[in-house]
């Protein structure tokens, strides 16, 4: 009972310390700001911080470390390597590409194949991917369209405060249960870790936010959760991917339903709008009954998700 209860806590207590001290830093030097002004798609008034998915991955990687009796092995060391790599990519997109008159598609669709790629081989070493035909390179190719997918899903859902991070600590719930009842202790410790990291964050981003989680939080949450699906993906069993999905939950049905809009109205799948779900949502409640309606949702697809993955 002690590891586990210090493997919630501990993250959860370096996070309330973190996120305050980077949003302190992001304002004393302002670094890593988002600017209100400059595009259309921004509807916070005031300047804020974008260091939230920095504060989040200190504080997950300090869970792991310094709980005792926790000794990564090579899968947990590819994990983290596929983790900094997705996680490199968000953050340098939060540098370079906050606003979306500085977004060039091209060269950001370049970085994301590459990245999502790389992250998918290292899992694939590690034994994390998707083991539905007996070929190397189609578990692979299915390993990083899953990533892609998802990491993209998350960062759609960052469009209000609160929602993103919300989405995926009830997504990270339903991988804690499923976690407990397979008595996986992989899945467990991350579930666990990153429940703790996602719940301190919101302490500080429900509305009205103090600091975002930037592309750099958001990709990482994403990769996380492509993590614990694909875990829980049995070989052979095409069926069995489709429980964690439905865990994902909304984020995922949104994006891709967002990114298939965009594709046949011809519009970039870069370019955001203010088409999501939640805002159209917006357009008939406030924030705070758009993210009780958007939790509900999320709560009744977990539900449904850990349903089919206990019999299929």
Not at 36 to 56: F, R, Y
Not at 183 to 197: D, E, P, W
Not at 281 to 297: H, V
């Amino acid at each position: 009972m002690e590891p586990v209860f210090l493997m919630f806590f501990l993250p959860f207590l370096i996070g309330l310390f973190l996120f305050p001290l980077l949003m302190f830093f992001s304002k004393k030097t302002n670094f890593l700001i988002d600017v209100a002004e400059g595009d259309p798609l921004k509807i916070h008034k005031k300047n804020i911080s974008l260091l939230g998915g920095l504060a989040m991955a200190i504080s997950a990687f300090a869970g792991f470390i310094i709980i005792p009796g926790q000794k990564p092995g090579f899968k947990a060391v590819s994990v983290a390597l596929g983790f900094l790599i997705i996680f490199l990519l968000g953050f340098w997109d939060d540098l370079k590409w906050k606003h979306a008159s500085k977004i060039k598609p091209i060269l950001k669709f370049l970085f994301l194949i590459l990245s999502t790629l790389s992250s998918a081989v290292v899992l694939f070493f590690a034994g994390i991917t998707f083991n539905f035909l007996p070929l190397a390179i189609i578990s692979i190719v299915l390993t990083f369209i899953y990533i892609f997918v998802v990491i993209n899903s998350i960062n759609y859902q960052d469009g209000i405060d609160g929602l993103a991070g919300g989405s995926v600590f009830i997504s990270l719930v339903g991988f804690l249960v499923l976690s407990l009842v397979f008595k996986n202790n992989f899945t467990l410790n991350i579930s666990l870790i990153y429940a703790a990291v996602v719940l301190a964050f919101l302490v500080f981003n429900f509305p009205p936010a103090k600091i975002f989680m930037g592309d750099s939080g958001a990709y990482s949450l994403g990769f996380v959760l492509a993590v614990l699906a694909v875990s829980f993906s049995k070989p052979y069993n095409i069926l069995s991917a489709i429980g964690p999905i439905f865990i994902i939950g909304i984020p995922a049905f949104d994006g891709v339903f967002s990114n298939l809009r965009r594709i046949f109205s011809g519009k970039s799948i870069f370019l955001g709008d203010r088409e999501h779900f939640y805002d159209r949502l917006l357009k008939r409640f406030s924030i705070k009954k758009t993210l009780f309606i958007s939790y509900l949702l999320q709560i009744l697809s977990v539900s449904l998700g850990l349903i089919i993955c206990f019999y299929v």
